[in-house]
């Protein structure tokens, strides 16, 4: 655990939280929908790890990479409820990632997709770097946090055609729609585009044909609030296969 590992994460838990307090505030006081908010948070918490990381770089390993994931869940500690009811900052950061449809299991939803998905990448990351290619990992990473970060708003905009999947555990129905998860479809086929050196030509191919669909259908079909680890497995399962084209 160097001092750079140390800075980052603490930087990192900074920046979260403070983007949390100011979209909270966004719904609280100004009524914007907690359905855009949350993306948002969606969108740090998928990109500023990698975009702070170019500017406090530590030794990544497998060590740090397990202790980050492990410390980052330790950003959910704010939102339980003894703290929150206590410490107005931290009531007000939960108003932007708790969607009135998800009472009273906004919490439990939101820290076990978390979790969720990082039991997924983790043996992902380890499988790859054994390989020396655990860039692919930006493949999956890139799709969930572009692509389900958009398709709820896409879909909240400009949805007309519905459709509805459940929660993990319990049977009231929640709407998707497939704008929305055409947003999945189409991220994926851009960022294989732009992340083509790492794939030869027949490879790439293969990917453009599989992955999209694959992506889209994990999506579709996964649980309602529990998208990323789906996206993760299904991804990762088929650049596994790809890759040994």
């Not at 770089?57 to 990479?65: D, G, I, K, L």
Request: aromatic share 16%; with cysteine.
């Amino acid at each position: 655990m160097t001092y750079s590992f140390i800075v980052f994460q603490i930087l990192k838990f900074a920046i979260l939280f403070g983007i949390a307090v100011i979209t909270g505030v966004l719904v609280r006081d100004h009524g914007l929908k907690v359905n855009y908010t949350r993306k948002i948070n969606h969108f740090a918490i998928s990109f500023l790890p990698e975009l702070l990381y170019k500017a406090i770089h530590y030794e990544m390993n497998n060590m740090t990479v397990v202790a980050g994931a492990i410390i980052s869940l330790g950003y959910f500690i704010f939102f339980i409820p003894p703290l929150r009811r206590r410490v107005k900052a931290f009531e007000t950061a939960f108003y932007a990632i708790d969607r009135p449809e998800d009472r009273p299991h906004t919490l439990f939803w939101f820290v076990s997709q978390f979790a969720a998905g990082i039991i997924v990448i983790i043996p992902f990351y380890l499988y790859f770097s054994h390989f020396y290619t655990y860039q692919l990992l930006y493949v999956s990473l890139l799709i969930n946090g572009l692509g389900d970060g958009l398709a709820e708003p896409v879909g909240i905009r400009f949805g007309r055609h519905f459709y509805n999947v459940r929660p993990l555990f319990g049977t009231k129905k929640y709407v998707r729609t497939l704008e929305g998860s055409a947003c999945v479809f189409l991220s994926a086929i851009i960022l294989l585009i732009c992340l083509r050196d790492l794939f030869s030509p027949i490879q790439l191919i293969a990917s453009l044909i599989i992955l999209p669909i694959a992506a889209a259908l994990a999506e579709a079909f996964s649980p309602h609030t529990w998208d990323a680890p789906f996206i993760l497995l299904v991804c990762n399962l088929v650049l596994m296969g790809v890759k040994a084209i």
